[in-house]
């Protein structure tokens, strides 16, 4: 099974960018369709973006949509979220998630996913 790790977070000021990125060291990688999701203190977690497992399809919820970017590397076992002009809305843990799929299929719901990471910190500071 998937064993997910997110690395990347930290503190940055409003329009700056960040990288983050998650890595799997569990079973082949490229069996997942691949998501972001973020959670704000007092609020549920909520989807971010999203990547088939061919990387032929990406999906995004409208309020990072053109700013942020997911991208994956199955080579090094490895997702992305390329994120420019941070906002402090941005402020969240960021979780990765994964789930067994075929093809160009992607996933926004978070029930859909069985396996996650453990999260990283992203602040975005005014």
């Known amino acids: 099974q998937a064993q997910l790790v997110e690395s990347g977070g930290g503190l940055v000021q409003v329009g700056d960018s960040l990288r983050l990125s998650c890595t799997d060291s569990?079973?082949?990688?490229?069996?997942?369709?691949m998501g972001w999701f973020r959670q704000a203190p007092g609020k549920e977690r909520e989807f971010v973006a999203a990547?088939?497992?061919?990387?032929?399809?990406?999906i995004y919820a409208d309020s990072v949509k053109d700013r942020f970017t997911i991208s994956r590397n199955n080579a090094k076992n490895t997702i992305n979220l390329q994120m420019v002009s941070l906002k402090p809305e941005d402020t969240a843990v960021y979780y990765c998630?994964?789930?067994?799929?075929?093809?160009?299929?992607?996933?926004?719901?978070?029930?859909?996913?069985?396996?996650w990471g453990q999260g990283t910190q992203v602040t975005v500071s005014s």
């Open positions: 990547i088939s497992r061919d990387r032929g399809t990406t």
């Open positions: 569990g079973s082949p990688f490229s069996r997942y369709a």
């Open positions: 998630a994964g789930k067994v799929a075929v093809g160009h299929y992607t996933f926004s719901a978070e029930a859909q996913y069985p396996y």
